[in-house]
């Protein structure tokens, strides 16, 4: 059983997530908190698997929250996703130099966050797709010449495609739509990838794809 503390200062945004959660019967919903401190106290008193922080909160804001939880290593087993429906670059970065295993927006569906759970919960991180597409335009904007990564060479031309695909921010459904495959086969593919390249993510697969400069156009 994953077992997750909601953290958000909306009443209504905290019971839909825990209804939402719950859904799952692999997910359970052992706290909340309504401010950052509050995450804080709860997190030590309750060491669930994973935290479900939002970032604009009052007392504490959930930036604030994510480095005092990471700064204490008797709650390394705690991870922390971030919430929310701000997208800002300042608040990207800084959640994922906090080391926060994930990013994501409320606009996130509710099987995509059921399943960011229990990514994050197998060790795993993720950011929403917009937010890689965003990663990978700042990338972008500071060019240097493709340096083919040599792991790629153990790919076959289509998980080439699909790697592509994935350095374009593209999600599951996506890369299927595209490549005339189904979702299933596209997961199947994405699982392969990152097993041949010992990537740790989608994210770092996005990053590999971008610096040896593979486009999904070709």
Known sequence: ????????????????????????????????????????????????????????????????????????????????????????????AQAIALGAAGYLLKDTSSDELRRAVHTAAAGGNLLSPSITRRVMERLARAPKPPEPDPR?????????????????????????AALHISPATARTYVSRILFKLGARDRTALAVIAHRSGLDPTN
């Open 1 to 92: 059983m994953i077992r997750v503390l909601v953290v958000d200062d909306q009443d209504l945004v905290r019971a839909g997530l825990r209804t939402l959660l719950e859904n799952d019967p692999d997910i359970s919903v052992v706290g909340e908190a309504a401010d950052g401190r509050a995450a804080l106290l709860r997190v030590r008193d309750l060491r669930p698997d994973i935290v479900l922080m939002d970032i604009r909160m009052p007392v504490m804001d959930g930036l604030a929250a994510t480095a005092a939880i990471r700064a204490d290593d008797s709650l390394a087993g705690s991870r922390i996703l971030i919430l929310t429906t701000f997208d800002e670059d300042e608040d990207i």
């Open 152 to 176: 790629l060479s153990a790919l076959t031309e289509r998980e080439l495609a699909v790697l592509a695909r994935i350095g374009s921010g593209e999600t599951n459904d996506e890369i299927a």
